[in-house]
T-cell receptor
Framework: DGGITQSPKYLFRKEGQNVTLSCEQNLNHDAMYWYRQDPGQGLRLIYYSQIVNDFQKGDIAEGYSVSREKKESFPLTVTSAQKNPTAFYLC???????????????FGQGTRLTVV | GEDVEQSLFLSVREGDSSVINCTYTDSSSTYLYWYKQEPGAGLQLLTYIFSNMDMKQDQRLTVLLNKKDKHLSLRIADTQTGDSAIYFCAGADSWGKLQFGAGTQVVVTP
């Protein structure tokens, strides 16, 4: 079955450590996105990638890094520079159709990161 | 780019209709979307409407679009406890990048 998988579901990090969140999709989508969700707030875009080997900063990229070496994979690293990393992180894979005008997002189940 | 606003909270009694409202600023969205998020999970596409339509009905869901006022709404008929969730409206900007509203928390009470 095609889908998008995030791992792990829960992650604990000590202050000062980098951690990497995994996002894999087998939907053959070109575009993938990372969002951060805080309680009572909507989704904030961290990074996005429209195609392999290319990615752009979103609205809150500071303290995060990504890579897109393969179409299927878009890992997110939360670095020690991120001041308040505790949040729920969502990865999405984007399907474009109708000549590229139409956009449907498929979300993973999320990773809850807690700094201890 | 797209700027999308929603009311944050809605309480509704089981069996009543729910109406969730959304306004957007960028009119370049070809499609406008509603997503549902259950606790601790990712978002799932619920329904969408093409920008040249003003209404779309899909079983208990009705989407209304007022393009002139840039106002989108989602009506859920006969609301059930399983409809308790956060609902996000979203639109794609001219680059195809999705912009989400802050989400409306819907709580269904018996």
């Amino acid at each position: 079955d095609g889908g998008i998988t995030q791992s792990p579901k829960y992650l604990f990090r000590k202050e000062g450590q980098n951690v990497t969140l995994s996002c894999e999709q087998n939907l053959n989508h070109d575009a993938m996105y990372w969002y951060r969700q805080d309680p009572g707030q909507g989704l904030r875009l961290i990074y996005y990638s429209q195609i392999v080997n290319d990615f752009q900063k979103g609205d809150i990229a500071e303290g995060y890094s990504v890579s897109r070496e393969k179409k299927e994979s878009f890992p997110l690293t939360v670095t020690s520079a991120q001041k308040n990393p505790t949040a729920f992180y969502l990865c999405a894979s984007i399907r474009r159709y109708g000549g590229g005008e139409n956009t449907e997002a498929f979300f993973g189940q999320g990773t809850r990161l807690t700094v201890v | 780019g797209e700027d999308v606003e929603q009311s944050l909270f809605l309480s509704v009694r089981e069996g009543d209709s729910s109406v969730i409202n959304c306004t957007y600023t960028d009119s370049s969205s070809t499609y406008l979307y509603w997503y549902k998020q259950e606790p601790g999970a990712g978002l799932q596409l619920l329904t969408y409407i093409f920008s040249n339509m003003d209404m779309k009905q899909d079983q208990r869901l009705t989407v209304l679009l007022n393009k002139k006022d840039k106002h989108l709404s989602l009506r859920i008929a006969d609301t059930q406890t399983g409809d308790s969730a956060i609902y996000f409206c979203a639109g794609a900007d001219s680059w195809g990048k999705l912009q989400f509203g802050a989400g409306t928390q819907v709580v269904v009470t018996p």
